[in-house]
């Protein structure tokens, strides 16, 4: 079988590189493998096989996803007035960090190593670099598809700034160590390093890292840290997209007339927006080269399958085996998809897209939002679980993430919303609210919003077509909504005429509405 292999990328690396203190304490220890050499180690170290396009399937055991709960940031003196403490933002002793550390350190000793020179931030005044170190092969060609990759001659004299240390072997003693339970993910701020320990899913180091960027970017640099994704059209125009999962960032990200910047994580400094990373991390439950084609056809030799499964008797991935974990994932370098902008940097955006599959109905397919709507928006980032999904559900659930991540934010949202602002008012950048969820009624009694209705009306916010149409308030939610838009049925415009029983609409329009309110007063709390 011939594998297409970026070689740009994937071939002549500095793998005898060594520029940090720890190579000194292992013998047994590899860094900067190429990409071949690192299959062929995960191969021979049964980390997993190989799929009939090539591509590396494997399985992250016990986690099949990131473990909030686990994850912990050391409370120090840098961190303690900055950062915002409580269920999310996790305090850890300086002292048991040390600690752990060291039994980490100690228990590698005994184990094969594989060490990355990697980097964070497509932007060259912002770039965070990083060492990786791994006791999988596999994740360590995550962390070179996930990451940026320093050119050849940056390796020679490469100083890394941060440091990760994944050891998923290692689990650590709760009564002794400090942790919730054996598993954990531990940033310590003061000295740039991540600790890893009893869980085998790549996404905790991606994650970390962001967790990283949303507290340096903001904190220190007045850079807005975003979870979205990113394009450009062809006059050199930039859009954001936010949304939480399934609410359509990569489907409607991703469009023919437009470069791909990335698909998750960026920066916006005072005139760009700039990727964090240097490959994609896509969900594969259901996948199919109809729906997905980019995505279907980056499966190849160097992606990454996690949790997938075979076709009985072939070595086929069956998509839609969702028999370990509904979160099945690819990795993948960015450029293996078609359509991308290199450098993975745009001007400062032109618009901003709000995504949100609203499950009640009663949100307008799109609208137009002032700045303080804007912020306030952002800070709810709303979507809504929906009934049957979970023992109990009998009705949607108005589900809040405060700035599309809450998950990886270390400041107050308030900061994110604020910086925010400021950045829409000195850009002059529309802001647009986009229900991708139900029209004429909510879940079970409605219908979702057809595709090609949203991918048109947000065409026609990028180009313009909106700029002398007459808009109409919402009387509940105080939103603009157009009364036109090209390929688009009107009534499909005001969410009120889709609903053939008006008072049964407003009356779940406000209750939509005093959810997001009391959201809102628990936030800036």
């Known amino acids: 079988m011939k594998h297409d292999i970026l070689m740009t990328d994937l071939s002549k690396t500095a793998e005898n590189t060594v520029n940090h203190p720890i190579f000194s304490l292992y013998a047994d220890i590899h860094l900067n493998l190429r990409v071949p050499t690192l299959i062929k180690e995960a191969l021979q170290n049964e980390e997993g096989t190989l799929t009939d396009t090539g591509a590396f399937m494997c399985d992250t055991g016990k986690f099949t996803g990131r473990s909030p709960k686990d994850k912990f940031i050391v409370y120090d003196d840098k961190t303690a007035d900055t950062v915002a403490w409580g269920e999310i933002n996790q305090a850890f002793e300086a002292e048991k960090f040390d600690s752990l550390y060291k039994k980490m350190l100690d228990f590698a000793t005994t184990k094969k190593l594989y060490a990355r020179y990697a980097y964070a931030c497509a932007s060259e005044k912002h770039r965070t670099n990083i060492l990786v170190i791994n006791t999988l092969a596999w994740h360590n060609l995550f962390c070179h598809h996930l990451f940026l990759r320093p050119a050849e001659e940056e390796l020679r004299n490469f100083e890394p700034e941060w440091t990760i240390l994944n050891i998923p072997e290692f689990e650590a003693d709760p009564s002794k160590d400090g942790t919730r339970q054996e598993n954990f993910t531990i940033i310590n701020f003061t000295k740039k390093i991540i600790l890893i320990g009893g869980t085998a899913y790549a996404g905790e180091m991606k994650k970390g890292i962001f967790t990283v960027l949303n507290y340096v970017l903001p904190e220190e640099k007045r850079v807005l840290s975003m979870h979205c994704s990113a394009n450009i059209g062809q006059n050199g125009d930039t859009a954001l997209f936010f949304g939480l999962s399934g609410t359509g960032k990569t489907t409607l990200s991703a469009d023919p007339y437009r470069k791909l910047i990335g698909d998750d994580e960026h920066g916006w400094d005072e005139n760009e927006v700039f990727n964090f990373e240097g490959g994609c991390y896509a969900k594969v439950i259901n996948l199919s080269q109809e729906q997905e084609p980019e995505i279907f056809g980056a499966i190849r030799y160097g992606a990454i399958l996690e949790n997938t499964r075979f076709v009985e008797n072939t070595t086929t991935v069956d998509y839609t085996n969702q028999s370990v974990t509904e979160n099945t994932r690819t990795a993948y370098p960015i450029n293996y998809i078609p359509n991308i902008a290199v450098p993975s940097i745009g001007k400062t955006p032109q618009n901003i897209f709000f995504l949100t599959a609203d499950a009640f109905g009663v ?107 007459h808009f109409t308030k919402h009387e509940i939610f105080g939103l603009e909504l157009p009364d036109k838009c090209p390929n688009v049925p009107e009534e499909i415009l005001h969410p009120r005429n889709t609903w053939n029983d008006k008072q049964a609409y407003d009356k779940k329009a406000e209750e939509l509405a005093k959810a997001f309110e009391e959201n809102y007063q628990r936030i800036i709390q």
């Open 363 to 469: 949100l307008p397919p799109i609208s137009k939002l002032t700045v303080e709507q804007a912020m306030y928006y952002f800070v709810a980032g709303y979507t809504s679980k929906l009934a049957g999904t979970e023992m109990g559900v009998k009705e949607p659930q108005a589900t809040f993430s405060a700035c599309f991540g809450a998950a990886f934010l270390p400041l107050a949202p308030k900061k994110y919303a604020e910086l925010l602002g400021e950045k829409i008012k000195s850009g002059n950048v529309k802001v647009w609210l986009v229900n991708t969820g139900w029209s004429g009624g909510g879940y079970g009694v409605g219908s979702r919003m057809k595709l090609s209705y949203t991918r048109a009306m947000i065409r026609a916010a990028l180009s313009g077509d909106f700029e002398n149409i």
